[in-house]
């Protein structure tokens, strides 16, 4: 009986290991297909866009408008009062501005006689340009370690002119903003400068230049 049986457990063990490699082989292909199949791009995300503004006085310079103050602010330069110069930690500064609006040529006549700065066109703007200020507002920006300042009436030279595109530290540049008493009267306090920016931080500031008497020290 034992001898009888032989062949047939030796045929069922057989089956045994042909479908046990038939799915080892189905499994394995599964697997391979899977890893060389290229993914699915993700769905993608739409967002509908808002309208165009075709209206063409868009984007024309008017500090009281909001859209217009983050366009500023999101602006590389732009000019304006400097409240303070203020330490922030080791070498580091902050200053405070106030952005201004600087119209030169005839249009600076009708701006400032729109504004009530002068009463007819003859007495407005005479040196050229106006200053148009409608929102006093100070922001602080950070001022890069490597700043450039460049100064046009800084200092004089031998012969009483004023040292034009003169280069000062940043720390000779604080001193002007000082709150002692003697520098409040101080000209370089009240004039624009320009205002240079990178990856948010200040990196030229440069005085704009308004004809001004020359005081010669005594």
Known sequence: MNGENTPAKKKNVWVIIIVFISIWLILGGLYFWSSTREPEPPPQLVVKQPPVNEDPDIGRLNLADTTEEDAI????????????????F????????????WISGPESKQAALDDG?????????TQGFYIRNEVERYRTFDIAPNVEIIMQT?????????????????????????????KEDSPLRKVPYLVEREDGSVIKIMEK???RKIEIPK
């Open 90 to 101: 080791g070498n580091l500064y902050t200053l405070d501005i106030d952005y201004i609006e």
């Open 209 to 211: 230049y308004i004809h």
């Open 73 to 88: 602010a999101n602006s590389r330069s732009f000019l304006g009062y400097i409240g303070q110069v203020r330490p922030r």
């Open 154 to 182: 800084y200092s004089l030279d031998k012969d009483n002119n004023f040292n034009i595109n003169q280069k000062i530290s940043i720390e000779e540049f604080k001193r002007i903003f000082t709150t002692q008493k003697d």
């Open 117 to 125: 700065a002068c009463e007819t066109l003859e007495e407005c703007a």
